[in-house]
């Protein structure tokens, strides 16, 4: 059973697949979702490890899990970050000469195309699509998903 913790300020989950902690509220849960999920046991699975999934299929689960948290955080490899961060010389991205932001990388990369349609296939697939009404964002996608 999923464990959860709550302080005065924050209440906290953890994703059933990579175990992050995060803030319920960052996770895109509502307060009666987090109720909901204490008192039932649900098990979650977050968007990123979805997305995770379709992209990184063949690949170290560990390493998945951890690029996964680090998309969320905007600490990845992304030139957009990168560029922030001083390890990149422009954040712009090298196949759309646009800045190379998670939102790019997602949802507009020229690139990445294929996997992004697999992902939205995926995601209707197991009917997440249809709880976002189709309405793909950065943080729909790096929200958590409830499966109820």
């Not at 490890?49 to 996964?68: F, K, P, R, V, Y």
């Not at 932001?101 to 697939?125: G, P, V, W």
Request: proline content about 1%; some cysteine.
């Amino acid at each position: 059973m999923k464990v959860t913790r709550s302080t005065k300020q924050d209440s906290w989950i953890s994703c059933d697949c990579c175990k992050q902690w995060f803030h319920a509220s960052c996770g895109g849960f509502t307060a009666s979702q987090y109720s909901k999920i204490c008192r039932d046991g649900l098990w979650i699975k977050c968007v990123v490890c979805c997305l995770q999934q379709i992209l990184t299929t063949g690949t170290d689960e560990g390493t998945a899990a951890a690029e996964s948290i680090r998309l969320l955080l905007h600490d990845s490899m992304l030139r957009d970050d990168s560029h922030r961060a001083g390890t990149s010389d422009s954040p712009l991205c090298e196949s759309c000469s646009v800045n190379e932001t998670a939102e790019h990388f997602l949802l507009h990369c020229s690139f990445y195309e294929q996997a992004r349609n697999n992902m939205i296939d995926y995601l209707k697939d197991t009917g997440v699509y249809a709880k976002l009404k189709g309405r793909l964002s950065e943080s729909t996608l790096l929200a958590s998903t409830i499966y109820m």
